[in-house]
Nanobody, 117 residues
Framework: QALLVESGGGLAQAGGSLRLSCSAP????????MGWYRQAPGKQRELVAT???????NYADSVKGRFTISRDNAKNTVYLQMNSLKPEDTAVYYC???????????WGKGTLVTVSS
């Protein structure tokens, strides 16, 4: 069973919104940079957004201004708010925890986001 558990994927129309959530054990979450990656059919996995332990965010150019990553350290949960969705956002979205101590990172099983035109 994956330590990171994603939820919130599904079907949305172009221009719509979805919010993804990812929960992690506190022992991992508290020491990790958290991120969202995605993999579309036939393509490599790519970074979508990351957040430091302090909450500073970084985004792929393709989602800047549309997606917002945030973390709730009290709930050990990271979120990805996705607005103005486009069909090209269709992919399996994966949560990642990258511990700052350099140990191996963790991945969720992924959640499918499908955006219809």
């Amino acid at each position: 069973q994956a330590l990171l558990v994603e939820s919130g994927g599904g079907l949305a129309q172009a221009g719509g919104s979805l919010r993804l959530s990812c929960s992690a054990p506190g022992s991992i979450f508290s020491i990790s940079f958290m991120g969202w990656y995605r993999q579309a059919p036939g393509k490599q996995r790519e970074l979508v957004a990351t957040t430091t332990i302090g909450g500073s965010a970084n985004y792929a150019d393709s989602v800047k201004g549309r997606f917002t990553i945030s973390r709730d350290n009290a709930k050990n949960t990271v979120y990805l708010q996705m607005n103005s969705l486009k069909p090209e956002d269709t992919a399996v979205y994966y949560c990642n925890a990258d511990p700052e101590n350099g140990s191996l990172d963790y991945w969720g099983k992924g959640t499918l986001v499908t955006v219809s035109s």
